[in-house]
């Protein structure tokens, strides 16, 4: 399922990621690797706050349904 998709409080596993090369490493950059734990904290006007290997980033829903999980 994509991570768009996720309720607050819930983790997961990255099983893949979707998109241009340059998507993906720009993602991967940011920590979003397959294999890794992915939490989403909260959800604010359509963007999504995430936990992913201790650190927390913003991501918009458009962004996160590229995410696999």
């Given at each position: 399922?994509?991570?768009?998709?996720?309720?607050?409080?819930?983790?997961?596993?990255?099983?893949?990621?979707n998109g241009k090369d340059d998507t993906k490493r720009f993602l991967e950059s940011l920590g979003f690797i397959v294999g890794s734990t992915v939490t989403v904290v909260s959800e604010i006007g359509g963007n999504m706050i995430l936990n992913v290997k201790d650190t927390r980033i913003a991501l918009d829903k458009k962004m996160a349904t590229r995410i696999i999980v």
């Open positions: 399922m994509p991570l768009s998709v996720m309720k607050t409080g819930e983790k997961n596993t990255i099983k893949k990621i």
